[in-house]
Nanobody, 118 residues
């Protein structure tokens, strides 16, 4: 089992920044690919970013490229999502996800709300 707890969401003005954190516990954090998804009101959940077990590879949705950065700290069992130049369309609940077995995003956090005002 992997438990994921997100934090760092909040209200920010357009153009501002936020850093989301996801603390992982349970199974070995270092063995899991990690990622972030988001879901805006009335929309489907969508992929935002992912990072490999080693941290050597990162992947981003087109909407996140150039503005968001995913990283991980194995010593702290934590993955981060640094979000810069935020836009109102980034408003959503952001979910941390884990894939420890290469079978997909098996584990999800409870989500943290990000609201960007115009």
């Amino acid at each position: 089992q992997v438990q994921l707890v997100e934090s760092g969401g909040g209200l920010v003005q357009a153009g501002g920044s936020l850093r989301l954190s996801c603390a992982a516990s349970g199974r070995t954090f270092s063995s899991a690919n990690m990622g972030w998804f988001r879901q805006a009101p009335g929309k489907e959940r969508e992929f935002v970013a992912a990072i490999s077990r080693s941290g050597g590879s990162t992947y981003y949705a087109d909407s996140a490229k150039g503005r968001f950065t995913i990283s991980r700290d194995s010593a702290k069992n934590t993955v981060y999502l640094q979000m810069n130049s935020l836009k109102p369309e980034d408003t959503a609940v952001y979910y941390c996800v884990a894939d420890p077995d290469n079978t997909g995003w098996s584990y999800w956090g409870q989500g943290t709300q990000v609201t960007v005002s115009s």
